[in-house]
């Protein structure tokens, strides 16, 4: 045990101290705060010169209407959308100036045209009362008009053309600002006989964070656990490792140490997240309500590190396999594959958390550590399955280690070639790990 | 520097028993290529052993069976007396051939983990290391990463973190290659002084003219099997002094003399002459100090070089 502690120490301290570390563990915590800092900064920045609209219309009165409702700060549908909440924000009055155009004909049309060519409008839309008849309207712009950005268009024409209406039979103004009022939809989720908020969003955020953070560590440091493998078998450190301690302790402790590595990084990112997210939430409020239970988080460190322990087991067993680093680069698949096939099993698992196909993949070692994760996240699976899973997960780390042990044994000992898979079946008969 | 006096197998380690290390008829093979054939050897204690051999003789899978690293395929080793363990490994200081250090750690961070590894303390480890390092001249560079030292620095380090445990039994493989001659001397004295302290010391190498001055014992290995193996100084008497160191100026003619001299090496300062069989040493002394200006003629035994060539070129009974 004090071996292993010993190497577990080594591996650790010897990583953390290299400068890849360092810059690897700032730069992403960076890279993120960029990415939801930069866009925020940037849509205020805008604020200064506001998107210029003409809409076409066959009579003043309608198209006040759709104006109204256009810049009106209910036109968006409260609809806890964390995108819409930007585009209602970039939607406020100002950020729009709309102009009328009550001349609708093709020379206009011409008009309009070269006028968003020379840039001095930013979109039309031709909204006349033929177009509304036809149930079709085009709008015409600049930049292509995104998802919301046509449904902002489509729904503020409904309520003009139903306020329209009911003014039409009668209806007094307050009253059609009452009747247009959208209806919000929240959903309750039900877990343990306790409700809670739901956020199907905020849930697949928080599960691709962890496949994205499992796979950054994989790559990164099971690469770095391959390599310390071909260094210590292309010198000759392992034989005086071996004349001091066994090759299992050896690979136990070179495994928790990388693991204890990536614990140390992404415990630093965590925190770094916290105090770059808490300013951001101003912009992004529905990031609040994205709730992760304690079980949840639990079973993050859990799943994560045994995920890691498994995927930098298979990479310690290319090491001991191959010769040089590119061999081991070309056999990176195996490796990968598992998590891609994983990131596709997400969507139906996340569908479905408690359909065979989800019980049964996230009982698959290579899978189960995103899977597993996600239904837990989702709506907690039964507990044998959970315990079910996490065995099957731990015994293929504690084989892939015993496996890896031997390969590492008797693969440091052959220089040269790259063993055949019968060859390899063959150390593991004979090799006394 | 020589080794004379080197005769310490004596009656007190008798006395003990027990060899160090005896290997009794171990072979091992990889694949279908024999690398350690019947081999079988003695190392009694405080002694310096050398293993010799041309490359790829078996030296090294010999050295790596001792240790634990492969496992004999047959025959039976036995250390300090009893069948190889794991706990017997901890009280062996290995030396592999080439250098065995992780590249980007410092020297003495180095040193200190090969130690604790061994048991000690890391209080301990340090204050040895450094003292160690200290004999060495590589105090300076004990903050250094091992990668920016000289290869002969890395060996000398390599050297220590073997020897941090003070173990009974040295086991060194090819100790003096990629050192120049200061650092060769000061990593024999070294090791003669452990010899004093008590240690066993094996060592395998190619480089006859270190074994001679170093080893009480050696073994010759070629192919897998041993050749020639015994007290170094019992094994050169058997020889017998047929050889004579001559340093002469003028003609060389009576080199050539087929009747008294069966062959010959120049060294550019001394010529070594093999005597033929029945030849008389007077004799040739007559000779050549008729022909030439001798200022040296001198008897030896033969060098350990010759011996070796001699038993490897002998086709094996």
Redesign the interface.
């Known amino acids: 045990m004090?071996?292993v502690w010993?190497i577990i120490r080594?591996e650790y301290l010897?990583r953390v101290r290299?400068r890849s570390f360092v810059v690897l563990t700032l730069l992403l915590p960076a890279i993120m705060a960029l990415g939801f800092v930069l866009p925020v900064r940037l849509a205020s920045m805008n604020t200064g010169k506001p998107e210029h609209l003409v809409l076409v219309v066959s009579s003043q009165q309608f198209g006040e209407l759709v104006r109204g409702q256009l810049l009106s700060p209910k036109s968006s549908a409260d609809d806890d959308d964390t995108g819409e909440q930007v585009t209602r924000d970039r939607r406020s009055a100002a950020r729009y100036l709309i102009d009328l155009d009550v001349h609708p004909n093709s020379a206009e049309n011409e008009t309009l045209r070269s006028r968003l060519a020379a840039g001095t409008i930013d979109g039309y839309l031709w909204l006349t009362d033929a177009a509304v008849q036809a149930k079709k309207v085009v709008y015409t712009g600049r930049n292509m008009a995104g998802l919301t950005e046509r449904s902002w268009l489509s729904d503020s024409i409904g309520r003009a053309l139903v306020a329209q209406q009911l003014a039409a039979r009668g209806v007094a103004s307050d009253q059609v600002d009452q009747l247009l009022q959208p209806v919000q939809v929240e959903t309750v989720r039900v877990s343990h006989g306790k409700a809670g908020k739901s956020d199907d969003r905020a849930m697949f955020f928080a599960v691709f964070a962890m496949v994205m953070l499992l796979y950054v560590a994989v790559i990164f440091y099971g690469v770095s656990v391959m390599r310390s493998v071909l260094?210590e078998k292309n010198?000759?450190?392992?034989?005086?490792?071996?004349?001091?301690?066994?090759s299992t302790q050896l690979m136990a402790g070179k495994l928790l140490g990388v693991g204890a590595v990536g614990l140390t990084q992404i415990g630093i990112w965590i925190v770094l997240a916290g105090m770059i997210a808490l300013p951001s939430l101003a912009f992004y409020p529905s990031l609040s309500e994205i709730r992760i239970s304690p079980a949840a988080l639990a079973s993050f460190v859990l799943l994560f590190l045994l995920g890691y322990l498994l995927y930098s087991a298979v990479y310690a067993a290319i090491g001991a396999v191959v010769t040089t680093e590119q061999e081991g680069q070309q056999l990176q698949f195996i490796i990968v594959l598992p998590l891609i096939i994983a990131v596709f099993l997400m969507g139906p698992v996340m569908r479905a958390p408690d359909a065979p196909l989800a019980v049964w993949t996230s009982m698959i070692p290579f899978f189960s550590p995103v899977l597993l994760y996600l239904r837990i996240a989702v709506q907690p699976p039964p507990a044998w399955q959970i315990v079910l899973s996490l065995a099957l997960l731990a015994g293929t780390i504690a084989g892939m280690l015993l496996v890896c042990a031997r390969i590492y044994r008797v693969g440091v000992?052959m220089y040269g070639k790259r063993p055949t898979l019968p060859e390899i079946m063959k150390w593991l008969k004979y090799a006394?790990a | 520097m020589s080794s004379t006096g080197a005769m310490t197998s004596s009656p007190a380690v008798i006395a003990r028993g027990s060899s160090t290390i005896e290997l009794s008829n171990v072979r091992k093979t990889y694949d279908h290529f024999v690398a350690v054939d019947a081999l079988s050897l003695r190392i009694e204690p405080g002694t310096i052993y050398g293993l010799l051999g041309p490359n790829g003789a078996g030296k090294t899978s010999t050295l790596r069976m001792l240790i634990g690293i492969i496992v004999p395929d047959g025959g039976q080793i036995l250390v300090f007396g009893e069948p190889l363990r794991r706990s017997h490994i901890q009280r062996m200081g290995y030396l592999p051939e080439e250098r065995g250090l992780y590249r980007k750690m410092k020297v003495l961070d180095h040193l200190v983990f090969l130690a604790e590894l061994k048991g000690l303390a890391r209080g301990e480890a340090a204050a040895r290391a450094q003292r160690w390092c200290q004999r060495l001249d590589l105090t300076s560079w004990t903050g250094k990463k091992v990668e920016e030292l000289s290869k002969g620095m890395q060996q000398k380090v390599q050297f220590i973190g073997a020897l941090l445990h003070e173990p009974d039994l040295i086991i060194m493989d090819e100790p003096f290659s990629g050192l120049d001659p200061a650092n060769t001397v000061e990593l024999k004295d070294a090791l003669l002084e452990l010899k004093k302290a008590g240690k066993t010391i094996l060592l395998s190498t190619h480089r006859m003219d270190q074994a001679e001055r170093l080893c009480d014992s050696i073994c010759l290995i070629n192919h897998g099997r041993g050749v020639l193996q015994g007290d170094l100084n019992r094994i050169k008497a058997g020889y017998g002094k047929r050889n004579v160191q001559i340093k002469y100026d003028g003609d060389s003619a009576f080199l050539r003399e087929k009747r008294l001299i069966e062959s010959f090496n120049d060294y550019g300062n001394y010529v070594e002459a093999r005597l033929a069989p029945g030849a008389d040493a007077q004799e040739l002394l007559h000779l050549a100090s008729a022909r030439a200006r001798l200022s040296k003629f001198e008897l030896v035994e033969p060098s350990l070089e010759e011996i070796f060539i001699d038993a490897v070129n002998q086709p094996h009974a």
């Open positions: 004090r071996n010993l080594r010897e290299t260094e010198t000759r450190i392992m034989e005086v490792l071996l004349s001091s301690t066994t000992l006394k």
